[in-house]
């Protein structure tokens, strides 16, 4: 089944360290997205990319990194430098053109 | 002004009510609107596409939009236990595929 996936689904961090979420997408869709949710907020934009080798930041990009190798993976390293890193972050994509888009289930980063 | 908003809630109706649940956008140039369903701790998921003005509708679901009034709605008849979750609106520009999700609003629906 086609479909996107996110990993972990928990992740802890001690302060200081840098993490990596994992997306990858098997729906050939062309772009993908990173979003972060916290508690009673709307999705906010992180990065995004509409082709391999290619991103965009977003409106929270500070103190977040990704990379676009493959049309498949979209990986995000939450780094040191993000202040505030506790939070649900979604990872989603779509085709080109408006098709809405597919998120993945989700991955909660607690900093401890 | 905020360029998407909607009541956060939460919103509690009786088991087979109507629900109604609106949006409002700023920006004009929004042609198409989403609709989202999002259960608590799970990804968000798609339940209804519309480009035009007017009612689409998707079993128990209609959404509406009114680009005059930059208001969009999304109705749920008889709802169920099962449609307890956070709704976002999310339109966006033609062309574009860089959505604009609002707040969300949450509703309860009791048995």
């Known amino acids: 089944d086609g479909g996107i996936t996110q990993s972990p689904k928990y992740l802890f961090r001690k302060e200081g360290q840098n993490v990596t979420l994992s997306c990858e997408q098997n729906?050939?869709?062309?772009?993908m997205y990173w979003y972060r949710q916290d508690p009673g907020q709307g999705l906010r934009l992180i990065y995004y990319?509409?082709?391999?080798?290619?991103?965009q930041k977003g409106d929270i990009a500070e103190g977040y990194s990704v990379s676009r190798e493959k049309k498949e993976s979209f990986p995000l390293t939450v780094t040191s430098a993000q202040k505030n890193p506790t939070a649900f972050y979604l990872c989603?994509?779509?085709?080109?053109?408006?098709?809405?888009?597919?998120f993945g289930s989700g991955t909660r980063l607690t900093v401890v | 002004q905020k360029e998407v908003e909607q009541d956060p809630g939460p919103l509690s109706v009786p088991e087979g009510a109507i629900v109604s649940l609106n949006c409002t956008y700023s920006?004009?140039?929004?042609?198409?609107f989403m609709w989202y369903r999002q259960y608590s701790r799970k990804g968000p998921e798609l339940l209804m596409y519309?480009?035009?003005?007017g009612n689409k509708e998707d079993g128990r679901f209609t959404a509406q939009v009114d680009k005059s009034s930059k208001y969009i709605s999304l109705f749920i008849r008889d709802s169920q236990p099962s449609d307890s979750a956070t709704y976002l609106c999310?339109?966006?520009?033609?062309?574009?595929?860089?959505?604009?999700f609002g707040p969300g609003t949450s509703l309860s629906v009791i048995p």
């Open positions: 519309t480009y035009s003005s």
């Open positions: 989603a994509s779509s085709f080109l053109g408006g098709s809405g888009y597919t």
């Open positions: 990319s509409q082709i391999v080798n290619d991103f």
């Open positions: 920006n004009s140039a929004f042609q198409y």
């Open positions: 999310a339109p966006y520009p033609r062309q574009y595929d860089k959505v604009i």
């Open positions: 729906l050939n869709h062309d772009a």
